[in-house]
């Protein structure tokens, strides 16, 4: 287990998408694994972009929500905060409607900088996009 609160569940985890871009475009944490996080997005108007595909940019606010919120649980947070460094993302295919899930795992977890491998699928468990987020790792002062 990765995680700073051994006892972590996916319902702790809801109230950090209050008042956030989130919650305004439907993100849901589903699962907390022993090293994975994973979060669901609607594929609807509000995640659209005007050709009616799932906009690129709302997979990057998946995959950048579900690595820092990871980051935030490997740490001490009375301690340290993370912040967002450098996301990537590849779009493999479109999406129309219903549900992509995001999985974080991660690929460094270093005392200054966490690395996190997001994969979103489709209903189908099709790949959608892959991305890589950097996070920083910085001393609560």
Do not use: Y
């Not at 006892?7 to 022993?34: R, W, Y």
């Not at 779009?91 to 409607?97: A, D, E, T, Y």
């Not at 270093?110 to 790792?137: F, N, P, Q, Y």
């Amino acid at each position: 287990m990765i995680w700073f609160q051994k006892d972590v569940q996916v319902q702790d985890l809801h109230p950090l998408g209050k008042n956030t871009i989130a919650e305004v475009i439907g993100i849901e944490f589903t699962e907390v694994g022993p090293d994975f996080l994973k979060a669901r997005m609607p594929v609807d108007q509000r995640t659209h972009q005007p050709f009616g595909l799932l906009h690129g940019g709302a997979s990057c606010v998946l995959a950048e929500t579900l690595g820092s919120v990871a980051s935030a649980l490997v740490i001490d947070q009375s301690k340290a905060m993370c912040v967002g460094l450098e996301i990537n993302a590849n779009h493999v295919r479109g999406v129309r409607s219903g549900f992509v899930t995001g999985t974080a795992s991660p690929i460094h977890i270093g005392a200054t900088t966490h690395v996190w491998d997001i994969r979103i699928v489709d209903e189908r468990d099709k790949l959608v996009c892959i991305s890589r987020l950097t996070v920083a790792i910085l001393a609560r002062k």
